[in-house]
């Protein structure tokens, strides 16, 4: 089977400042390849096709862990619009693994938002396992919102909640989640919690206090 190929969000060159925003991606997926070869994970990451979820504080901890642990196996993801999600499309597009990568629609369009993430799950037939913040990507942080479970729902994979930690660490101040940067040599610990199934009928609401409370237990722990 061919490996998956990373696809673009959108037109990088739209983007003002664009050459910039590749810049930094280029530069972060530089810095985040050194971290992921010199630092150590504690923890089991499973390698079966699931949808990935954590808090989007955890992004860079969780793009170094699957890079490390999951590298080859292909997964899909989102950025903004804007020079920041040009930045992140970039990084993503340069890290070597297999990622589609699709811009969010507006925020607050529920109907586009719906069908992003029965987009996003069409690709499980293809075997992507899709990466979804539950929280993301304007917050407020690390309370859930339903995508993950939609995703989930539609894809027919199970969902899996992951909480990592990182020592030593950057906080980068100033943004609403409060995002950590592991800083080579780092360890990381990897939590996991019981996977979430949904039925493909099944109502998404009653299921999104089980899903807050198993990322709750695990940023607790």
């Known amino acids: ?7 673009p969000a959108g037109p990088l060159s739209s983007v003002p400042l664009g050459w910039l925003a590749r810049l930094f991606g280029a530069g ?3 810095y985040l390849r050194l971290v992921v070869r010199t630092c150590r994970v504690i923890g089991p990451a499973t390698r079966d096709q699931v949808v990935l979820a954590w808090w989007h504080e955890c992004n860079m901890a ?3 862990t699957a890079r490390k642990l999951r590298g080859d196996l292909p997964h899909a993801s989102f950025s903004t619009q804007g020079f920041r999600g040009s930045v992140i499309t970039s990084m993503l597009q340069l890290s ?3 990622i589609r990568i699709f811009e969010l629609p507006p925020e607050g369009d ?3 938002g719906r069908a992003f993430a029965v987009r996003m799950a069409r690709l499980a037939e293809q075997g992507y396992s899709p990466i979804v913040t539950p929280d993301g990507p304007f917050g407020p942080g690390r309370v859930a919102k339903p995508g993950a479970l939609i995703v989930a729902r539609a894809s027919g994979l199970a969902l899996l909640p992951w909480s990592l930690s990182v020592r030593p660490e950057i906080r980068l101040s100033g943004r609403w989640d409060r995002q950590y940067l592991p800083l080579p040599f780092c360890r990381i610990r990897l939590r996991a919690a019981e996977p979430i199934r949904i039925g ?7 299921r999104l206090a ?3 409370a198993a990322l709750d237990r695990l940023t607790a722990d």
């Open 62 to 64: 969780a793009f170094v």
């Open 28 to 30: 972060l997926a530089l």
């Open 1 to 7: 089977m061919a490996r998956p190929a990373a696809t």
């Open 96 to 98: 070597g693994t297999p």
């Open 210 to 212: 089980e899903l807050q």
């Open 200 to 206: 493909a009928r099944e109502p998404i609401k009653p």
């Open 110 to 112: 529920r109907v586009a």
